[in-house]
Every structure is written in C-alpha cells, then in structure tokens.
C-alpha cells in the first residue's frame, strides 16, 4: 500500500515517491562481513532496513534483496531511527536489475498484499549478526 501522497507532504511528510508496505529478507555486504536486515517500505528512491548492527550516515553498502532471484542493490544510508534501522537510497547498476526493482514496485502497487513476492534467504550456519 502506498504511503505517500500529496496528502502526506501537506502534513510535513518529506517524500515525494509513493512507498510501499512490504517486507522482504536482505543481504548485506560490508566491511567485508554478511549482515541480515529486513527491507521494508519500498520506493524508487530507497526503502527502510531494520537492522540490528550499526553503521554512520552516508555508509554506502551492497545488498541483495530476498526474491526469487535475488536482486542487487547499492545502498547509502540517508537516515537512522535508532533501535529500528535505517533509511537508505538506492542505486542500481545493472539495467536488468532496474527493470525488475520496478517491475517489483508495479506489482506493490497493483496489490493490497503483497507479501506473497517476498522471499527469505535460507539461514547460515554461522550467523554473524
């Protein structure tokens, strides 16, 4: 579900792209470990991570977002809620890539529930977060 609108910048509210309610598993690689996060509210600009460890305003990181082919991002951390995660832009190099992050938000958009699209990735047999 969309949860941003004209409505909600009239309201203070700063985005200006629609985000989408959704979770899905993320892989994240840096400082040469594997972190686990949980993406949710998903725009064309970013999305949300609730993340456990902590990283600095502007970390720039890659993750891989949990679908059925998992799907490449580049990451800058742009806001931190502590004890919830952080919000970060996205970049994403590869033109396939881009296609299917937004062939993934048409199909949030078109949907009341989506969570069906999500996928997890199977647990590690070290964790390390």
């Not at 949860?3 to 203070?12: D, H, I, K, Y």
């Not at 979770?23 to 840096?30: G, N």
């Not at 993406?39 to 305003?57: A, N, T």
């Amino acid at each position: 579900m969309p949860s941003g609108s004209a409505e909600n910048l009239s309201s203070g509210e700063r985005r200006l792209q629609p985000r989408y309610r959704f979770y899905l598993d993320v892989e994240i690689a840096w400082q040469a470990r594997l972190l686990r996060a949980r993406g949710s509210d998903f725009s064309e600009e970013g999305m949300f991570l609730e993340l456990r460890d902590r990283v600095c305003l502007s970390t720039c990181f890659s993750a891989r977002l949990a679908l059925d082919i998992p799907l490449h991002v580049e990451c800058v951390v742009r806001r931190i809620v502590h004890g919830r995660g952080v919000g970060v832009s996205i970049v994403i190099p590869q033109e396939e890539n881009r296609i299917r992050y937004r062939a993934l938000l048409r199909a949030l958009q078109k949907t009341a529930g989506p969570s069906h699209a999500g996928a997890a990735f199977a647990a590690a047999a070290n964790p390390v977060d």
